[in-house]
């Protein structure tokens, strides 16, 4: 099986920064596409950024020039700086990988278990 495990979640006053960190492990042969989307309450889950395999990258227009997505490959690892948070960030905040498992053909996709962030004014 496979695991996607958040942390660097916290409070945070507007202004500030946060980096997210999210480590996948288990069967993995290939992972493909990896985001991070974030639901606050009463809201829809919506994508912040994503990045394929080969580096391409996606962001909601909200986050454009604030926030930025990188990956370590080596380490089936994703990462998001946010700087300049606003308190309309604040958030839920999930990891999401497209993985090619060892022993299935077809890839799959996984969720991390979500991590707070929560920024005040």
């Known amino acids: 099986q496979v695991q996607l495990v958040e942390s660097g979640g916290g409070l945070v006053q507007a202004g500030g920064s946060l980096r997210l960190s999210c480590a996948a492990s288990?069967?993995?042969?290939?992972?493909?596409?990896m985001g991070w989307y974030r639901q606050a309450p009463g809201k829809q889950r919506e994508l912040v950024a994503s990045m394929t395999s080969g580096g391409s990258t996606t962001y909601a227009d909200s986050v454009k020039g604030r926030f930025t997505i990188s990956r370590d490959n080596a380490k089936n690892t994703v990462y998001l700086q946010m700087n300049a948070l606003k308190p309309e960030d604040t958030a839920v905040y999930f990891c999401?990988?497209?993985?090619?498992?060892?022993?299935?053909?077809?890839?799959?996709?996984?969720w991390g278990q979500g991590t707070q962030v929560t920024v005040s004014s």
């Open positions: 999401s990988a497209t993985i090619l498992l060892e022993l299935w053909p077809r890839p799959v996709d996984y």
């Open positions: 288990g069967s993995i042969f290939r992972i493909n596409a």
